[in-house]
């Protein structure tokens, strides 16, 4: 097997052998010197790159993603420098690159791929670790979780905020929500969300649902406060691809504010979004004020 990194990500390809169970060495041929990587099992033992052994040097060419890469079959290790295991390695890699672009200095190249509007699924993975007890925490904040597959050796080591953000993740829910009924901060969630999407312990549901645009209006009937008006056949389309009752709605402003508000179904109000007096003078907002408007799903255990 051989290919171009970039075009292939380290963490595919290093899931990939796990998933398979492969045996072998991974070389890639990289700017600063051959990296070689010995799976056994599809489990990483050994790993040489720049000077560095073991995880170390696993985890330097995560941060330095470049070169091609040839797998053989059969070529066992002469020492083991590795027994996290290839998932916790994969997580850690992981972890370890967000962490370096945490920093002021690249505050340009912390683009999320994961939106803060997606809604992440728990995978086979993370459903077993909700099914396990964990232990006590470990040194730093790290949680050791026994995943018990034939197929895994090794525990999955999680951090408090990822053990946390798991045991929250519904699949109801998307990020921004998930983050303020938990009192996580939306930007961390999102960021530990693509890292356990990325490492395969969560997924993002395909459902997709349209904004509406609405303006604002006073309106007639006697809404109580917090609560908004929306055409019923606007929400009956929400819901029908949610696949779910939705009962509050998120207003979006130009200035990128955003409002949550209750939700009663009008008749006949069209595009508008009507509210009473009191929820206008409490949410800041004007008449005719155009927001755009994003359903928020239902959740038994609110």
């Known amino acids: 097997m051989t290919g171009t990194l970039g075009l292939f990500s380290l963490v595919d390809l290093f899931q990939l052998l796990a998933a398979a169970r492969r045996s072998g060495r991974l070389s890639v041929d990289h700017p600063k010197g051959t990296a070689k990587v010995y799976f056994e099992k599809g489990q990483a033992v050994h790993a040489d790159f720049a000077g560095q052994t073991g995880e170390a040097a696993v985890y330097s060419l995560f941060a330095d993603e470049r070169g091609t890469f040839e797998f053989r079959l059969g070529m066992p290790a002469t020492e083991t420098t590795i027994t996290s295991g290839t998932e916790n390695l994969v997580l850690e890699a992981v972890r370890r690159l967000d962490e370096a672009r945490r920093g002021p200095s690249n505050a340009e190249e912390r683009h999320l791929t994961v939106s803060r509007d997606a809604i992440p699924v728990r995978s086979t993975v993370a459903d077993r670790i909700m099914a396990l007890d964990s232990g006590p925490a470990a040194e ?23 053990r946390r953000l798991v045991q929250e993740v ?65 929400v009956a389309s929400w819901e029908k691809s949610l696949e779910t009752e939705v009962t509050e709605v998120a207003c979006r402003r130009d200035d990128g504010t955003v409002l949550l508000f209750s939700l009663q179904l009008l008749s006949g109000a069209g595009p508008f979004l009507e509210l009473s007096r009191d929820t206008l003078v409490r949410a800041n907002l004007k008449v005719n004020e155009a927001l755009l408007a994003r359903p928020m799903r239902y959740q038994e255990e609110k």
Do not use: H, M, Y
Not at 147 to 161: I, K, M, Q, R, Y
Not at 185 to 209: F, M, Q, W, Y
């Open 140 to 162: 730093g904040g790290v949680e050791t979780v026994s995943l018990g597959a034939p197929d895994v050796s090794g525990e999955l080591l999680l951090t408090a905020a990822e």
């Open 170 to 234: 519904d699949g109801v829910r998307n990020i921004t929500r998930i983050a303020t009924q938990s009192g996580i901060d939306p930007d961390e969630a999102a960021l530990i969300t693509e890292r356990l999407v990325r490492t395969g312990v969560l997924k993002l549901s395909n459902r997709r649902v349209r904004t509406a645009r609405l303006v604002t209006r006073l309106s007639k009937l006697p809404l109580d406060s917090g609560v908004v008006g929306i055409d019923q056949t606007i």
